[in-house]
Each structure stands twice: as structure tokens, then as C-alpha cells.
């Protein structure tokens, strides 16, 4: 069975690391040489008592099987809403609908906190990820992100 949960903002440093571990599984496709520095960092940052970031894991079996990093967001037309930076779930178990349970756990999470929203990014060409998102009531934004870093 799995189960899913928040990550408390005081979790171990090991824990963080099993974080940064299945996170490694995206990350070392995209090709980068420092990901697990970048991703300790992050989760740092996430976890930061001060933070409006949000981790969520999923477990099964003792083992982390998937994880969503979030942020929450003030926007002037909606009000809070969560930006849903990544949500990821480990090669050797996907098609079991652990991303779904995920999405559906965040989403209890915030309508509970009075969050209006949830907005993301997918990969235009990600079929099976769109049909997830558009089977639980998700539509499509027609807009173009940009971007510009320090």
C-alpha cells in the first residue's frame, strides 16, 4: 500500500537525502553534474520553517516511490494558488497511479488551506502526463513561460 504525506519541516538530514535520492532519478536525465547539491539545496530551502514550499512523498514499503515539491503562491486574479514545480515517481512505479494519488492528496491538502489553484508546467510532447492531469479536471493554459536567472 501507499501511503502519502507531507514532509515535516523537521526531517532529518537522511531523510532529506532519500529525498534528494529518488529526485536524482529526474534530475540525472536532465544532465546535471551537481544535482544532488542542487537538490540538497533546494530541499533546505523547501524545508525552512520561513518557507512557503511544500514537499510531499509517497511510500511504499519503506521506500520512497515518488515526491512533489510545491510552492504557494499569491496571484491578484486568484489569490493563493500552488505552483507545482515537480512532481516525480520512480521509473519502477509508475502505471500503478501513485502520481494520481499524490495530485489528489495535494489537492485535499489545499482546498483545506482555502488554496483556489494549482498550476504547473508539462512537457508539450508528454502525453501520458497531460491525460493525468486533464483526467482530474486540469485544462490547459495557453500561455508561454519565460524565464531570466542571475
Not at 15 to 27: K, V
Not at 90 to 117: P, S, T, V
Amino acid at each position: 500500500m501507499v501511503k502519502i504525506y507531507e514532509v515535516s519541516k523537521d526531517a532529518s538530514k537522511e531523510f532529506r537525502q532519500r529525498i534528494a535520492n529518488l529526485f536524482m532519478g529526474q534530475m540525472g536525465t536532465l544532465g546535471y553534474e551537481n544535482a544532488n547539491e542542487l537538490l540538497m539545496t533546494a530541499i533546505e530551502l523547501a524545508l525552512d520553517e520561513h518557507s512557503q514550499a511544500h514537499i510531499f512523498v509517497a511510500e511504499k514499503d519503506g521506500d520512497l516511490v515518488g515526491a512533489a515539491f510545491l510552492n504557494v503562491m499569491i496571484s491578484i486574479d486568484i489569490g493563493r494558488y500552488i505552483w507545482l514545480n515537480d512532481l516525480y515517481v520512480h521509473k519502477e512505479h509508475r502505471n500503478q497511479g501513485i502520481a494520481k494519488k499524490m495530485l489528489l492528496y495535494i489537492i485535499h491538502w489545499a482546498e483545506q488551506r482555502g488554496i483556489k489553484g494549482i498550476e504547473l508546467e508539462t512537457g508539450v510532447n508528454n502525453e501520458a502526463t497531460k491525460a493525468l492531469y486533464n483526467s482530474l479536471g486540469f485544462y490547459d493554459v495557453v500561455s508561454k513561460r519565460y524565464g531570466f536567472r542571475f
